[in-house]
């Protein structure tokens, strides 16, 4: 159930942080919502469900901060678990919802919530990841944060495969990807 607008005339808004693996997405996500509860307001934060890396009802960061989360399938069951109430929606690997997540997010914001997507904007191809180019697009505020590239040192941009499958979809951390600059990229030639 989506919320109604709202009556206390607060405006919605729409914040994007992006970046490739490893540059401090989840912790810029729990970093601002913890500051929502700081200010007593009704946060919910949700996650896919096919991130199957840590706990289905926790967001942990590479830091190891956590916060509670919803995991979910679908843009449609996120939307179906959303209490009317809330006034802070967080999103996290925005990459691996389905394209209606950017009308909803879209419908939030209208309604008066503030939401918060955090999500990788490329695959590790280099191509647009998901529904986050279009997400970025109609954010208020966009943040593209940096990780440090393993080779070289420099802030890298990109998510270097370096084993598995050629799919685009693969869940993994350190074993699967590195970051990567744009001269250390190397376009990923799988086994």
Same mark, same amino acid.
């Given at each position: 159930?989506?919320?109604?607008?709202?009556?206390?005339?607060?405006?919605? +808004?729409?914040?994007?942080?992006?970046?490739?693996?490893?540059?401090?997405?989840?912790?810029?996500?729990?970093?601002?919502? +913890?500051?929502?509860?700081?200010?007593?307001?009704?946060? $919910?934060?949700?996650?896919? +469900?096919?991130?199957?890396?840590?706990?289905?009802e926790?967001?942990v @960061?590479?830091?190891?901060?956590?916060?509670a989360?919803?995991?979910?399938?679908?843009?449609?069951?996120?939307?179906?678990?959303?209490?009317?109430?809330?006034?802070?929606?967080?999103?996290?690997?925005?990459? =691996?919802?389905?394209?209606?997540? @950017?009308?909803?997010?879209?419908?939030?914001?209208?309604?008066g919530?503030?939401?918060?997507?955090?999500?990788?904007?490329?695959?590790?191809?280099? $191509?647009? =990841?998901?529904?986050?180019?279009?997400?970025l697009?109609?954010?208020?505020?966009?943040?593209?944060?940096?990780?440090?590239?393993?080779?070289?040192g420099?802030?890298?941009?990109?998510?270097q495969?370096?084993?598995?499958?050629?799919?685009?979809v693969?869940?993994?951390?350190?074993?699967?990807?590195?970051a990567?600059?744009?001269?250390?990229?190397?376009?990923?030639?799988?086994?």
């Amino acid at each position: 159930m989506s919320p109604a607008p709202r009556q206390d005339g607060r405006a919605g +808004r729409l914040e994007a942080i992006t970046g490739g693996m490893f540059s401090g997405k989840s912790e810029e996500l729990v970093r601002r919502l +913890r500051r929502a509860l700081i200010a007593r307001q009704k946060i $919910q934060v949700f996650k896919p +469900r096919a991130d199957t890396r840590h706990q289905a009802e926790v967001l942990v @960061t590479r830091d190891n901060r956590e916060v509670a989360a919803t995991s979910v399938a679908s843009s449609q069951e996120l939307r179906q678990k959303l209490d009317p109430e809330t006034e802070v929606v967080g999103i996290d690997e925005a990459q =691996f919802f389905d394209d209606d997540l @950017t009308e909803l997010v879209t419908d939030l914001a209208d309604r008066g919530v503030r939401v918060i997507v955090a999500g990788l904007d490329q695959d590790f191809l280099r $191509q647009p =990841f998901g529904p986050m180019p279009q997400i970025l697009a109609l954010a208020e505020f966009v943040d593209k944060v940096h990780a440090v590239c393993v080779r070289c040192g420099r802030l890298a941009q990109y998510s270097q495969r370096i084993a598995g499958g050629g799919e685009q979809v693969q869940v993994g951390d350190s074993e699967a990807y590195e970051a990567r600059c744009r001269h250390c990229y190397e376009p990923y030639q799988p086994e």
